[in-house]
Every structure is written in C-alpha cells, then in structure tokens.
Nanobody, 125 residues
Framework: QVHLVESGGGLVHTGGSLRLSCLAS????????VGWYRQAPGKQRELVAE???????TSADSVQGRFTISRDNAKNTVYLQMSSLKPEDTAVYYC???????????????????WGQGTQVTVSS
C-alpha cells in the first residue's frame, strides 16, 4: 500500500503561481511513476503531467510551458510548479502513483493505482 499526501493548493489571482507537492510513502519511491490529475466541477478528470521513475516527464497540451513536474527522490516528493495560472486551471488536483509497477516490469504501461486525497486550486479572474 502506498500513501500519497498532496499539499500546496490555494487561492491565487490570474497570472499567479503555485507549487503543489505530493509526498509518497514507500522505500522504492525512485521507481514510482507519478502523475498529477485535476478535476473541475462537472468535468472529467484529466492527466495534467506525469513523471516516470527514469525522470521522463510529459505534460498536457493545455499546460505546456506553464506547468513543470519534477521529483526529489531523497524527499519522496513530486512537485508540480504551476505558473501563469488561468481561471480554467481551477480544479481539485490529485497525485497518483503506480507504486513502481511499470519501472519494475510488472505492467506494460503506467497504471495508476494509488491516489491522494486532492488539494484545491482556485484561480480568480
């Protein structure tokens, strides 16, 4: 079982910045793939960015150039640096992990199995 705790959400004006943190339990954190998702009211959950155990990072077109995902394996933490925030970025942000299954060869693709409780990000216009 892997436990995830998000933090760093809050209220910010358009154009502002926030940094979200996702703290994970477990001793093989460096093998974890971690993704940041978001879900706005009435909308489907969407993958915002993800980073593999080999530090390969990808992000959605909607946040390219504004959001950056990174990890600090010494702190068991993945970050989502969000800049130039827009009202449409308002959502609950969740981090998720596969617990290392992809990097360790147990699955052929990343399958997020463990989820945090979410943190609210609100961008005012």
């Amino acid at each position: 079982q892997v436990h995830l705790v998000e933090s760093g959400g809050g209220l910010v004006h358009t154009g502002g910045s926030l940094r979200l943190s996702c703290l994970a339990s477990g001793s093989i954190f460096s093998d974890y793939a971690v993704g940041w998702y978001r879900q706005a009211p009435g909308k489907q959950r969407e993958l915002v960015a993800e980073i593999t155990g080999r530090n390969r990072a990808t992000s959605a077109d909607s946040v390219q150039g504004r959001f950056t995902i990174s990890r600090d394996n010494a702190k068991n933490t993945v970050y989502l640096q969000m800049s130039s925030l827009k009202p449409e970025d308002t959502a609950v942000y969740y981090c998720a992990t596969d617990g290392g299954a992809y990097e360790l060869g147990f699955t052929a693709r990343i399958e997020y199995k463990y989820w945090g409780q979410g943190t609210q990000v609100t961008v005012s216009s």
